[in-house]
């Protein structure tokens, strides 16, 4: 392991009791990034005369309400309560299908939103996709193109710019605000779901999940199991859009203008 020199700030107390940063140079291996931390904060707790915490404190709460939400409705009842909220609230298409008709499906869809001669699909590579050949099959005015891990990132972006449709699979949907969760990966890039004009996120009913709380509990079960976690997570809650001026609602500023959710009734 290659040794260096990190600049950690230590703080003390001037006499008016404001904070005053100086450096000084410690050697750490880029494995004790993390050390450095402790040693800034146990000498800043030791400068405000503060006891030095071992441990955080695990915050409780009494009343766990944000597991309550949803908890007496059944699997279907969650996917009924998904549907109603993604197509009135957010404007978002939502189809139910099974996993042997999912490129039909797809094809369908990208021919009712584009009518043009030629329409660029791009696809990610993610394992949980039909193989290839089954998207090979659609009209031939869908040119589908799949997303290459390997090619240079530039190259990656410039086809998701160009691309009309990004099909990406979802970690799982957020059934109270009819939100999807991705993981960015190297068969699947942000790209996919964020340059197109229009998306299609593909979501297995079996991972619609009542709210937030219980995506957070998976990706921290999945981390303390020691599995990697991915280097970007996205909620997305149907098609781009803003109010952010006189709350007027503008569809498209950002994103995908449009968005479809396909939902796997069989998985």
Not at 13 to 29: D, H, Q, R, W, Y
Not at 38 to 49: P, R, S, V, Y
Not at 188 to 204: A, D, E, N, Y
Request: net charge negative.
């Amino acid at each position: 392991m290659k040794h260096g020199i990190y600049p950690i700030p230590v703080t003390k107390v001037s006499a008016t009791g404001l904070l005053n940063a100086k450096i000084m140079e410690v050697p750490m291996t880029d494995s004790s990034r993390l050390q450095g931390r402790d040693a800034f904060l146990t000498a800043l707790t030791q400068k405000l005369g503060r006891p030095t915490a071992a441990a955080p404190t695990a915050f409780y709460l009494p009343q766990q309400r944000q597991r309550e939400v949803f908890q007496e409705y059944s699997l279907e009842q969650l996917k009924q309560h998904f549907v109603d909220y993604s197509r009135q609230n957010l404007g978002a298409k939502v189809i139910e299908t099974t996993f042997d008709t999912l490129p039909q499906v797809i094809e369908q869809d990208a021919l009712e939103r584009f009518d043009e001669d030629s329409i660029s699909l791009l696809i990610g590579t993610d394992a949980r996709f039909p193989n290839s050949g089954a998207f090979a099959a659609l009209d031939s005015r869908i040119q589908v193109k799949e997303w290459q891990p390997e090619e240079i990132r530039e190259q990656q972006i410039a086809c998701a710019e160009q691309a009309q449709i990004g099909v990406v699979f979802a970690e799982c949907a957020l059934v109270e605000s009819g939100t999807i969760m991705l993981k960015s990966s190297k068969a699947q890039g942000r790209s996919i779901s964020l340059l197109p004009t229009h998306s299609i996120f593909v979501i297995q009913q079996s991972d619609l999940l009542p709210r937030i709380t219980q995506a957070c509990e998976r990706l921290h079960e999945q981390a303390t199991q020691g599995h990697r976690l991915p280097s970007c997570v996205n909620f997305i809650s149907g098609p781009s859009s803003t109010a952010d001026i006189e709350l007027i609602k503008v569809v498209g500023v950002h994103g995908p203008i449009s968005a479809t959710y396909v939902i796997l009734t069989d998985q």
